[in-house]
């Protein structure tokens, strides 16, 4: 299983970026998908996921309103719609997934079995 990660870059507060994975190297019909990020000096954050049927979505508390996770057709890519970045937002944004798990442990990295290598954000204020 192989995920790529793109669309990072500098972008201006206020502005928006759309990140995109993609996966291959087996179905993901079934398959969970969700977006961390790390900030340097912190710990990995959970910023979205998405269930395999693409009808539910959830959100961490520091990006609602704002992000809008959403996949694409076929179900192998999976885009993050980031709008009104701040300079809060800047991280390396990592995507992972998941053979479909708990609505409950999405949010939980430990629940995701295969990383992207990451796509490096930075919003200026």
């Known amino acids: 299983v192989q995920l790529q990660a793109s669309g990072g870059g500098l972008v201006q507060a206020g502005g928006s970026l759309r990140l995109s994975c993609e996966a291959s190297?087996?179905?993901?019909?079934?398959?969970?998908m969700g977006w961390f990020r790390q900030a340097p000096g912190k710990e990995r954050e959970f910023v979205a996921a998405?269930?395999?049927?693409?009808?539910?979505?959830v959100y961490g508390d520091s990006v609602k309103g704002r992000f809008i996770i959403s996949r694409g057709n076929p179900k192998t890519t999976v885009y993050l719609q980031m709008n009104s970045l701040k300079p809060d937002d800047t991280a390396v944004y990592y995507c992972?997934?998941?053979?479909?798990?708990?609505?409950?442990?999405?949010?939980?990295?430990?629940?995701?079995?295969?990383w992207g290598q990451g796509t490096l954000v930075t919003v200026s204020s």
């Open positions: 190297g087996r179905t993901f019909r079934d398959w969970d």
């Open positions: 998405i269930r395999w049927s693409g009808g539910t979505t």
């Open positions: 992972a997934t998941t053979a479909r798990t708990a609505l409950s442990t999405l949010a939980l990295s430990s629940s995701y079995d295969y």
